[in-house]
């Protein structure tokens, strides 16, 4: 039998919607992304090579890679922290809090960029009490890894909320019966339900940090080699009329760009993978999708 | 039917036997730390950010905040910021509806390719969302010397600001949509077509109304994205003062510049947008609950 491309169906409005889908996406997105590696193909892989890894950009590298690993990592830790206070205790805020917890996705990158450096700064609210006992919060690699926490803020908290709010409190109640202490009930029972969204959330983070340009480069100082972070880089090169050389960054990063996204749509089909061995364990029919999953994949820079 | 109704109740409100016993919380103490913690934490992070950005706009005065607002080269960052969000926001508001009706509501071989490829521009850097259009547009383009032998200007223009911002905005509206149309079905637009709609009549009757507030929270969210755009923006722009510069690339001058509560004033309509985002935010949320609630409930009527 041929395998049909669609599905059959009464509902009109297949063609039209497909046919201008596809052409908006060509047009906005496929063209520009093409003439990119277009653009690359120029370079001989010699001068290729020469740019992506002349030690200024290995330096940008280590930062902005680095940078959001830390930052990334910070978030998993507080990030579950915060998703479990949220989600389990009650206290006078809590609501507050919760909606508050969006406001690096809403907040625009300029904004942010300027409000964490004026906290930060050697005269700021933060910055001073830091800077008397010797250590540079803005202008140095740790306002860049402050500056790449903020963004990466609301993920995993966002990628964790659900799976707890749908956690069945008769696994632990169970496991509290066979005598556990609530130190290893988390560690055993609820961590391993939780994981694979936080590190969802982690990944989904670390992709965010590593490209973000607005908030880091005020609080960053931007010393080439110390303080320079790789998208600044290509706007450096662009300025310089070095569009070979800004070109060939830009695809490493795109390049980073589509490995990170593979791997968080492998973590996320684990994660609900894993969702569906929960509710089936637990006798529930498959919940109903809720808006946060898909909140969560936004990111305002 | 007695044996019935556990079920569905359990099915209105997934998985919940949230009953907190003293073998499920842990002790006070504990409770209380991690909410210091928490709170500390969000605070230093949230918090603070909001409150120096309005605290600075104000610092010299609600006078002095007017003015800066008021200046010339304010007034045509803010008129640029609104044609770009004005232009980019309704057709992406087009594209989102097409894709995720296309993709919502018929099953079709490659599917989820096309999904991956209209999350591309969330995962692309926005320095290089700019620099792809630089690439296409500008004078070393693979477009360049088409253009300038036609005298068109896009990159350094009004109209290369306008493409960034609909690239960096392109999936939010589609990608709301999509699970929220995903979840409805088909059923009631089969209805509808058999009882003799045709396919305009059945999308704005029963489809839109159901889909109503996420398709309003992608707009917002889109929205809220196209005014804040700074990476991609800066990159196309060319920065010339009064003429190709958003509100956020006139606050960064502004910073620059050191004129501090000046680029803080700028700053706090930007934020109060974020803030109106996050309140449009909680609304759907809570009205997307109470619809599933009552549909959750209606098809329990029906299953007895």
Same mark, same amino acid.
Request: aromatic share 10%; net charge positive; with cysteine.
């Given at each position: 039998?041929a395998?049909?491309?669609k599905?059959r ?9 497909l046919?201008?889908?596809l052409f ?18 120029t370079?001989t892989w ?11 950009a290995i ?8 940078g959001s ?16 206070v949220?989600?389990?205790? !009650?206290?006078?805020?809590r ?14 990158t ?5 409000a964490?450096?004026?906290?930060y700064a ?15 919060t ?7 890894v ?6 990466g803020?609301p993920?995993?908290?966002?990628? $964790?909320?659900?799976v707890? !709010?749908?956690?069945d409190?008769?696994? !632990? ?11 290893q ?7 391993p339900?939780?994981?694979? @969204?936080a590190?969802?959330?982690? @990944?989904? @983070?670390?992709?965010? @940090? $590593?490209? !973000? ?12 080699m110390?303080?320079?972070?790789t998208p600044?880089?290509i ?8 569009y070979?050389?800004a ?7 795109l ?12 973590l ?9 061995l ?16 898909v ?7 | ?14 998985g919940?036997?949230?009953?907190a016993?003293?073998?499920?919380t ?21 918090l603070?950010?909001l ?7 104000f610092e010299?005065?609600?006078?002095f ?8 080269d ?6 640029l ?14 594209? %989102? ?20 490829l209209?999350d591309?521009p969330f995962?692309?850097s926005p320095?290089? =969302? %700019? ?5 296409l ?24 600001i306008?493409l960034?911002t ?11 949509l999509?699970?929220?149309m ?6 009631e ?31 917002i ?11 991609a923006?800066?990159?196309?722009? %060319?920065h010339i003062?009064g003429l ?9 001058i ?7 509560v ?5 700053? =706090?309509?930007?934020a ?13 949320e ?9 549909q959750?409930?209606?098809? %329990?009527?029906?299953?007895q």
């Open positions: 039998m395998v049909r491309f599905q169906s009464i509902i009109p409005g297949f063609g039209l919607s046919g201008f889908t908006y996406l060509c047009l906005i997105v496929l063209i520009p992304l093409s003439a990119t590696f277009l653009k690359t193909s370079l010699q001068q290729f090579l020469h740019v992506a890894l002349s030690p200024r330096a940008s590298y280590r930062l902005s890679f680095g690993l830390i930052a990334a990592m910070i978030n998993l830790v507080f990030g579950l922290l915060v998703a479990w949220l989600v389990r205790y !009650e206290f006078p805020g609501k507050l809090f919760d909606s508050l917890v969006d406001l690096p996705f809403a907040l625009p300029a904004v942010a960029g300027i964490l450096t004026t906290i050697p005269n700021g609210w933060l910055g001073r009490p830091f800077a008397s006992i010797g250590i540079r803005a202008y140095s690699q740790l306002g860049v402050i500056a790449m926490t903020f963004i803020l993920f995993v908290v966002r990628t $964790v909320q659900p707890l !709010e749908d956690l409190r008769e696994l !632990e109640e169970a496991a509290a019966s066979l005598g556990a202490g609530r130190w009930t988390f560690r055993h029972v609820l961590l339900s939780i994981l694979p @969204a590190l969802t959330g982690f @990944a989904l @983070a670390f992709a965010r @940090a $590593v490209g !973000e340009y607005g908030s880091v480069i005020f609080i960053a100082g931007n010393m080439p110390k303080t320079e972070i600044l880089l706007i450096t090169k662009l300025q310089e009329y070095d070979p050389g070109t060939a960054i830009a695809v490493v990063m390049i980073a760009s589509f490995a990170l996204l593979l791997g968080v749509n492998l996320q089909k684990w994660s609900s993978s894993q969702r569906r929960d509710d089936a364990g637990a006798g529930r029919a498959e919940a109903s999708p809720s808006l946060t999953p909140l969560v994949r936004e990111g305002g820079r | 039917m007695a044996a019935s109704i556990p079920w569905t109740i359990k099915h209105a409100a997934p919940r036997s949230n009953h016993t003293k073998a499920t842990e002790p006070a103490l504990v409770r209380w730390s991690l909410i210091a913690v928490a709170v500390v934490f969000l605070g230093a992070f949230l603070l950010p409150g120096v950005v309005f605290g600075s706009a010299k005065g609600f006078r905040y007017i003015n800066s607002l008021s200046e010339p304010a007034l045509a960052a803010i008129k910021t609104l044609i770009a969000t004005g232009i980019a926001v309704p057709m992406n508001l087009i594209f %989102g509806v097409a894709a995720a009706w296309a993709i919502g509501k018929f099953d079709f071989i490659g599917k989820s390719v096309l999904i991956t209209i591309l995962s692309v320095v290089v =969302s %700019g620099l792809i259009y630089v690439l547009f500008g004078l070393q383009g693979l477009m360049g010397p088409w253009l300038i032998a036609h005298d068109i200007r896009i990159i350094f223009a009004v109209p290369g306008v960034a609909i690239f960096v905005t392109f999936p939010f509206v589609a990608r709301e999509l699970p929220m995903q979840a409805q079905g088909n059923d637009e089969e209805a509808a077509l058999t009882l003799g709609a045709n396919g305009w009549q059945t999308f704005f009757r029963v489809t839109v109304p159901n889909v109503k507030w996420a398709l309003l929270y992608g707009v969210l889109c929205n809220a994205r196209a005014m804040g755009e700074f990476g923006v800066s990159v196309v722009s %060319g003062r190709t510069n958003t509100m956020p690339l006139h606050i960064e502004l910073y620059n510049d050191y004129q501090f000046a680029a803080f004033a700028v700053a =706090s309509l930007l109060l947008l974020a803030l109106l985002t996050l309140v449009v935010k909680g609304i759907v809570w009205k997307t609950r109470q619809q599933l609630a009552e959750a409930t209606a098809s %329990g009527e029906t299953r």
